[in-house]
């Protein structure tokens, strides 16, 4: 959408770029912006232009996510947008930090983008006595509103939007449908379970995997291969906080809980055949993550792929990968049904054997 001449500076249109966070808390965005008064611009879905636009203004090695986070900054003022939503998530949770690019996210925008547009650049901070309330409380007199009953109707409306949502992705709801849903203040729940022969959890960043352009469809294409497919939205958040407890780690980072939490609790529950890691080339995090859920997927002797993508990953050799893979757990969950089933058929023949010998013990008695 063109917003250019229908908006002026006080118009009350906030821009959210479609990334990084837009993919763990746009519905309580939504409902929030909406309680204040405010109607959303989102930025255009990530395409190779758009990624394009974004790595022209930052370093090479910063990592993929970041370069189209700033070409979504980039498509919004495009557009016309003059306010965007620009947080610094520096902790979610009292020493559960988010990496350094997220926490600096203003920074980087004011440092990279020359062209002007106010930025609402609130700050979450809970390892510092900086609350969710205090993060709202900023957004809102960043935008010049101060009526305290407004600010926590919105709030409260927000977090409806989200626990709608997240109900919905546990039940095993899409994220994009989810997301529709959640937005329209609509619900669902899935019903039927849909049994395919081998089932697989992705341990990856939300903006990584839900983002179709950054995974390449992994999802849809891993269900097109008779896939069931698991992820960190699937999870409730405790069971994915007592999942990472369980197998000895700790929670780190504020995005551990669709990594190591999604991928320890599938492993633990015994659901999946193996584990998919998607993660962006260079990302730190991701790197420790992704490392230690090897150590304990070797452990538990299911078997790992680590896909590891950046701006040039081209589509054929990434699905070959995905490919071999599944191939590969196909071939052994095939082989372990063919063993339990001779297993079945060898102790069915030896109950057999001695249902016969007992059969011919009486008549020899007899004799
Ligand atoms: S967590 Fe990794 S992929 Fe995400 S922004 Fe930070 S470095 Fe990039």
Same mark, same amino acid.
Request: net charge neutral; aromatic share 10%; charged share 25%.
């Given at each position: ?24 808390? *746009?519905?309580?965005?939504y409902?929030?912006?909406?309680? $204040? &008064? *405010? ?12 990624i ?19 070409g ?7 557009? &016309? ?5 620009i ?43 900086i609350?969710? !309330?205090d ?29 709608n ?6 039940? &095993? ?13 609509? %619900? ?18 939300? *903006? ?21 497919? *698991? ?9 994915a ?40 080339? &260079? ?7 992704v !490392? ?24 054929a ?8 893979f599944?191939?590969?757990? $196909?071939?052994?969950?095939?082989? !372990? ?15 057999? %054997? ?14």
């Amino acid at each position: 959408m063109d917003i250019r001449n229908t908006i002026d500076s006080n118009s009350k249109i906030i821009g959210i770029p479609r990334a990084i966070s837009y993919y763990y808390n *746009y519905p309580f965005y939504y409902g929030y912006f909406k309680a $204040l &008064g *405010y109607d959303i611009v989102l930025s255009d879905k990530t395409t190779t232009k758009l990624i394009n636009e974004g790595s022209k203004h930052v370093v090479s090695d910063t990592c993929l996510p970041i370069k189209v986070f700033v070409g979504h900054v980039v498509n919004l003022i495009s557009k &016309g947008c003059n306010k965007i939503f620009i947080p610094s998530l520096q902790s979610t949770a009292y020493k559960v930090n988010n990496c350094t690019k997220v926490r600096g996210l203003p920074e980087i925008i004011r440092n990279v983008i020359d062209k002007p547009f106010t930025m609402i650049e609130p700050t979450l901070d809970k390892t510092n006595d900086i609350s969710f !309330k205090d993060f709202c409380f900023d957004t809102a007199n960043q935008l010049g509103i101060y009526d305290e009953s407004l600010i926590n109707q919105a709030i409260k409306s927000g977090w409806l939007m989200y626990d709608n949502f997240k109900q919905m992705t546990v039940s &095993g709801i899409p994220f994009e449908e989810a997301l529709e849903n959640a937005i329209n203040n609509k %619900t669902a729940k899935k019903t039927i379970e849909i049994v395919k022969p081998i089932s697989v959890v992705i341990m990856a960043h939300g *903006y990584n995997l839900f983002d179709e352009r950054i995974s390449m469809r992994l999802i849809p294409k891993l269900e097109n291969m008779g896939v069931k497919v *698991y992820t960190g939205l699937n999870v409730s958040k405790q069971d994915a906080i007592d999942s990472i407890q369980q197998i000895g780690e700790i929670q780190y980072w504020a995005n551990e809980l669709d990594l190591t939490g999604a991928a320890a609790y599938y492993m633990l529950n015994g659901k999946i055949d193996g584990i998919i890691a998607l993660s962006a080339f &260079g990302c730190g995090p991701d790197s420790l993550m992704v !490392k230690e859920m090897e150590y304990h997927a070797v452990e538990n002797k299911l078997p790992m792929i680590h896909l590891n993508i950046d701006e040039h990953t081209g589509e054929a050799g990434f699905l070959t990968r995905v490919e071999a893979f599944v191939d590969m757990l $196909l071939r052994k969950k095939r082989r !372990k049904i063919e063993k339990n089933n001779i297993k079945l058929f060898q102790s069915s023949k030896s109950e057999n %054997t001695k249902v016969s010998q007992e059969q011919k013990e009486p008549s020899l008695t007899i004799v």
